[in-house]
């Protein structure tokens, strides 16, 4: 019933425009093909001049709607460079945005057609066409300068006394890993990757894996002014270390390992303070259309101070100890001394039971 009803709107909106269409002919025919377009190309003039005026009431109202949602201040000094760069584009451009769409619009507007003046054939100015064609390359040749600069400056080797953290990816969480007390990362193998009880394939082997701090919770622990260096990396599919705040993103590529660096600004205390919102969070996300649980893969970071940052990891237990420190006990207890004093031990008690 439904579809006929719709098939039936369908005609009738047809038969409507056809009526209208032959209308349109019969007021050509009666009043005159001359007057009727001279009316018709004001009409199109004015309503040009409309878009145009609305058009930019719209901007207007959107920016007025949307300005609260805008991220608050770059958190980092790579953030700095960016939005320093983005701020510039976006006044040479805009400024070349307005002016040409003023001029389009108010063109449109004066020169409608007219039967008291005729066009004229203009094939080519070349000073004219140097001029458009200079300027915008010299202020292109500009943007792209601070661009490279600024690529430069992220992309370069991180500082030595860096925060070293790993970042791995997987669907749909990320996996953060701290050296331990040595201040070296384990080796790691994808063929021991258990997520039972080892979730980035540390090498039990290799000491350096013992002492190895890992959140599977996707929380990171960063230290304020001084430079994180993030190592990046992916169990299964393509993966985006996606930080706002910061301003930084990179890929996480399955049997590659990729980097980042930044040095962060505030505390989030200081970013709750300067926000006004009590549940402000830096937020990891996935820039990457990773599958279907996409949506959820979110992670935190919590930057602090020196001091908060050296109290807190003190308090961490490695990885090793999390999943196999009982295993270690009974291996103590497997001892062949031990298990000999358990044996008379047990005979002693089998003697006296026996009495």
Known sequence: MSGFIITA??????????????????????????KVAAKTNRLMAWLMLAFFVLGLFGLYKCHIYLVDMLLPESASNH???????????????????????????????????SDKRKAVFYSHNNTVEVLWTTIPAIALLILVIIGLRNWSIMMDVAPKDSLQVEVTGKQFAWVIRYPGPDGVF???????????????????????SRDDIIFENGQMHLIKDQPAHLIIKSRDVIHNVGLPHFRMKMDAVPGIVTTMWFTPKFTSQEMIDKTGNPDFVYEIACDQMCGTGHYSMRGTIIVETQQRFDAWLNQQTSYYDQHYGEAEVVEEVTDPSVIEEEEESNDELAIVDNN
């Open 9 to 34: 709107l369908v005609i009738l909106v047809f038969i409507v425009i056809y009526q209208l269409a032959k209308a349109s002919e019969y007021t050509v025919v009666i009043q005159g093909e001359e």
């Open 79 to 113: 953030g700095d460079n960016y939005e320093f760069m983005l701020k510039w584009t976006l006044i040479v451009t805009g400024i070349v945005f307005f002016l040409t769409h003023i001029m389009l619009f108010y063109y449109i507007f004066k020169y409608q057609a």
């Open 186 to 208: 384990g080796q790691t193998d994808f063929r021991l990757i258990n997520d039972a009880n080892n979730v980035v394939g540390l090498d039990w082997d290799d000491p350096a």
